[in-house]
């Protein structure tokens, strides 16, 4: 049996604690600034960490602050899906390899289920559902419709989504810009030709490069 030891409510290092002030506390100490190396180690005892119960945070998504309680652990993906009921990003892969949740940080597409929810605070989120409003497609979707570019659906919001941010930026984008924003986007029933048709299309471009 571990015999108890004196010093463990005195003293009580967390791995985060460790990694966090480690590295600069070591480069103080080995550039002879023993203050400063003390700094870092009090500013690191003075931090209140998060959790591991539920904690109050605020998130902007589609323009609206949204309050909700939830544990530092929880992504993303799920405060949008479980807490505020926007189901258009969706759970698939859970490992950032299918791109469904995908959504919009600050005009960056990124992956929701690898995003903590806690770590998002002060962001703007952007979902599918914030980029139709009122349920009026954009011409994006509209051509999503026209061309066929769906079949079970669950690729789609994601897919959407990044190709909306890219027109919104280059409205006229390329072939070969069109396919990097698909990029680390699976469609498993295999509509890429009819994804890329709808995107050219609603970029103004119907050719097809010879």
């Known amino acids: 049996m571990k015999e108890p030891n004196s010093n463990d409510d005195k003293i009580r290092f967390s791995r985060r604690g460790f990694i966090k002030t480690a590295g600069p506390t070591a480069t103080a100490v080995m550039a002879g600034n023993v203050d400063q190396a003390s700094a870092e180690m009090e500013r690191e005892r003075?931090?209140?960490?998060?959790?591991?119960?539920?904690?109050a945070i605020e998130l902007n998504v589609n323009g609206t602050v949204h309050k909700v309680s939830v544990e530092p652990r929880i992504t993303l993906l799920d405060v949008l899906r479980n807490e505020l009921d926007l189901t258009g990003a969706k759970e698939v892969?859970?490992?950032a390899q299918c791109g469904a949740c995908t959504v919009l940080l600050d005009d960056e597409p990124v992956n929701a289920c690898m995003m903590l929810a806690v770590a998002v605070q002060g962001r703007k989120i952007r979902t599918i559902e914030g980029i139709s409003p009122n349920g009026?497609?954009?011409?994006?979707?509209?051509?999503?419709?026209?061309?066929?570019?769906?079949?079970?659906?669950?690729?789609?919001?994601?897919?959407?989504?990044?190709?909306t941010?890219?027109?919104?930026?280059v409205p006229t984008a390329t072939d070969e810009q069109i396919m990097k924003a698909c990029s680390g986007h699976l469609c498993r029933c295999g509509t890429y030709p009819h994804i890329l048709k709808a995107a050219r299309?609603?970029?103004?471009?119907?050719?097809?490069?010879?």
């Open 201 to 210: 299309a609603a970029a103004g471009r119907t050719e097809v490069p010879s």
């Open 165 to 169: 941010n890219l027109l919104e930026t």
């Open 136 to 163: 009026k497609m954009n011409k994006l979707q509209e051509e999503f419709v026209k061309h066929d570019a769906m079949m079970c659906g669950f690729c789609t919001p994601g897919f959407v989504t990044s190709l």
């Open 46 to 55: 003075a931090e209140k960490p998060l959790g591991p119960g539920p904690v």
């Open 93 to 95: 892969c859970d490992r």
